[in-house]
Each structure stands twice: as structure tokens, then as C-alpha cells.
């Protein structure tokens, strides 16, 4: 009962984060799984078993508050659903943690990429007279699908950052777009595990408590995102991606514990502050727009 209550409270948090942020399910959950002790392909099936229910209710909050932008998501999931299924087979044979160094290191870039952009373009809102090219969209959602299966998350990391980087598109429908999208390359994704991994390796435990915890967070993460202001959810949902990424860059070198321990408290005091000095800008930008 105990742990059914803890992951159950892990599942709130981690779509809580991931439904504001579009991004950090699979991150969040993942982490404390493998810490744990799960191998990884169990922790990503289950993860995206549970998945299946929490992107659903996730996907259609954030629907009901017009986070969505239909024609992206289509674009986004179908080759994100192809390779996502190709992606659970290759966690079968290869470790997804040879890769994911790499990866983190691009998202690092490109979550300061983000925080910089938000903090000096102000109120200024994106336009969005030039569409996506799918030329654009096919390969990122591959990519994305891909990874979040093998890395048992990585849907939001992948497509969030690149998406809001661009600027094409208001935050707030980045992230209900994204989230939305994820729906279909989980339910791809859960099938793949279920035909090469089977039904005996997941942990139905841990399936059943993240779905408690992720489906009565999702309406109130869609809620936030659409009250929030373009220029703190920017600088949020970067700095979230600085932070994430940087840990696992961190684990990969060789540091003792108590340097990463400092290293990592410097950027999480760091974040807080870009974050109240982008609320701070927000409020004093906010009346040259009216």
C-alpha cells in the first residue's frame, strides 16, 4: 500500500510538470524507476503503459482549454508512432543509455537556446503567418518517438524545446500540442513492449498507481498552462530542460558526489531566479501591452 501511494504521488507530480511544461513524465519517472533498480526496458514499458491513460486525459484537458493545434498534431504523431513502435524493439537488444548523454547534451543547448530568447523578446508574441514545413515536422517527430521510446521519455524533451525554439507558435499550444500528439506514440510505443518484452514484464503496481496520480493531474496542468504568460512559461519550461539534461551530462563524468551536489544546487538557485525575474518582467512589460 505504501508504495502504491508513493508512485501514485511520483505519477502526480511527474504530469503535473509534464502537462505545464510539455515535457518530464517519462524523464521524472524513469529516473526514480532505474533508481529503484527496474531495468530499463521494464521502467519504459511501464511507463508508457501508464502512459496511455495519462496522455489521454492530458491530451484532451488541454483540448478543452485550446492548447491545441490540430494540424500539428497529426503531423507530429504519425511518424512519431512509427518509430516509437521500431524504438521498443531496439530497447530490446540495445541499452538506451548509450545514446541518451548525447541527447542531453543537444537539449542543454537548446534549453539556453530557450531561457534567452524568452527574457529578451519581452511580451512580444510569436507569429504565426508561416506554418511548420512537414519536411520539418516529420523528421523531429521520428526522432522524438524514437527516443522517448528507448529513453523511456522523450517525446516532450525532443519536440518541446525544438517546437518553442522556433518560435512559430504561442508556448501555451507547444505544450498542449506536444502533449496531446504523445498520446498516439505512447499507444504505439506500449504496443511494441507488448510484443517483444510481453505482458509478464511490466509492473502493474507502478502502472496503476502513475494512472491514479497522472489522470487527476492532467486537467489542473492544462489549467496552468493556459493562465501562465508566454514569457514565464518560456523561461520554466527552459530552464526545466537546463536542469534535467545537466544531471544526466553530470553522471556521465567523473565527479564525486558532493561536486555534483553543489554544481546542481548553484543551477536550481540559478533557475529560481530566472524564474521570479521573469515574472518580475512579465509585470512590468505587461502594461505597454495593453
Not at 517519462?26 to 503503459?49: D, E, N, R
Request: charge should be positive; glycine fraction near 10%.
Amino acid at each position: 500500500m505504501n508504495k502504491l501511494i508513493v508512485f501514485a504521488l511520483v505519477g502526480f507530480f511527474a504530469q503535473l510538470v509534464d502537462g505545464a511544461l510539455g515535457m518530464g513524465f517519462g524523464l521524472t519517472s524513469s529516473t526514480i524507476l532505474l533508481a529503484y533498480g527496474l531495468a530499463p526496458a521494464v521502467a519504459s514499458a511501464s511507463i508508457h503503459m501508464a502512459q496511455v491513460a495519462t496522455t489521454a486525459a492530458s491530451g484532451f484537458s488541454h483540448y478543452k482549454f485550446g492548447n491545441v493545434d490540430k494540424r500539428l498534431v497529426v503531423i507530429l504523431a504519425v511518424p512519431g508512432a512509427i518509430s516509437a513502435f521500431l524504438g521498443a524493439a531496439v530497447l530490446s537488444w540495445v541499452p538506451g543509455e548509450i545514446i541518451r548523454p548525447y541527447i542531453s547534451l543537444f537539449l542543454l543547448v537548446l534549453g539556453i537556446y530557450i531561457i534567452i530568447r524568452f527574457l529578451t523578446m519581452g511580451q512580444k508574441r510569436p507569429q504565426e503567418k508561416r506554418p511548420f514545413k512537414k519536411s520539418f515536422l516529420f523528421p523531429l517527430g521520428f526522432i522524438g518517438g524514437f527516443l522517448d521510446a528507448v529513453g523511456g521519455g522523450g517525446w516532450g524533451p525532443v519536440n518541446t524545446p525544438v517546437l518553442l525554439a522556433r518560435q512559430k507558435l504561442e508556448p501555451r499550444k507547444v505544450i498542449g500540442t506536444v502533449d496531446t500528439s504523445e498520446f498516439i506514440v505512447t499507444v504505439s510505443a506500449t504496443l511494441g513492449f507488448l510484443i517483444f518484452l510481453g505482458w509478464e514484464q511490466f509492473s502493474w503496481l507502478l502502472v496503476s498507481a502513475f494512472v491514479i496520480g497522472g489522470v487527476i493531474a492532467a486537467p489542473l496542468a492544462a489549467w496552468l498552462v493556459k493562465i501562465m504568460p508566454s514569457l514565464v512559461l518560456g523561461v520554466l519550461a527552459g530552464g526545466f530542460i537546463v536542469l534535467t539534461n545537466i544531471r544526466t551530462l553530470l553522471n556521465t563524468v567523473e565527479l564525486g558526489d558532493t561536486s555534483i551536489a553543489i554544481i546542481y544546487t548553484a543551477l536550481v538557485l540559478a533557475y529560481i531566479c530566472m524564474v521570479l525575474l521573469s515574472i518580475r518582467r512579465n509585470f512590468r512589460l505587461k502594461p505597454a501591452t495593453r
